[in-house]
């Protein structure tokens, strides 16, 4: 759903990830905790936690938020992997997560999609 820039330490970057999560069974499901991993172009680049506590209704969505990480180490693998990629061009990514609900309670989920890499900012 969105990203908002959190407050970082040292050479690290954080956000909060809001994600919208849909239930499409007939109960809801509870969480009390969530783990969230994010891969751009096959390599990690951020990673979270939160004890935000919920439920998702039945055939119904709520959004949630997760504060991530991303190390300066993230960054420089990331901008390595990506130096020749052009405007336009793809760039593969893969999110990863657990909804937890005590120990035989954890819904894990993922998603998978490209993005395209931005033109560059106009000099004007």
């Known amino acids: 759903v969105g990203l908002e820039p959190l407050p970082g330490q040292g050479l690290e970057v954080r956000f909060a990830v809001k994600l919208r999560v849909q ?3 007939d109960s ?4 009390n905790g969530m783990a969230l ?3 751009v172009n096959g390599q990690p680049l951020a990673s979270g ?6 439920s998702v209704p039945r055939f119904g969505e709520t959004v949630v938020s997760v504060p991530v990480s991303i190390s300066a180490f993230s960054v420089m693998r ?3 992997g990506v130096a020749g990629y052009q405007p336009g061009q ?3 990514y893969r999110l990863r997560g657990k909804l937890a609900d005590g120990l035989f309670g954890t819904r894990r989920f ?11 900012p106009s000099p004007y």
């Open 37 to 39: 991993d994010l891969d």
């Open 90 to 92: 793809e760039v593969p």
């Open 78 to 80: 990331q901008a390595w």
């Open 110 to 120: 993922s998603d998978s999609g490209t993005l395209n890499w931005p033109q560059p």
């Open 49 to 54: 936690v939160s004890d935000q506590s919920g």
């Open 23 to 25: 239930n499409p069974n």
């Open 28 to 31: 809801a499901v509870s969480f």
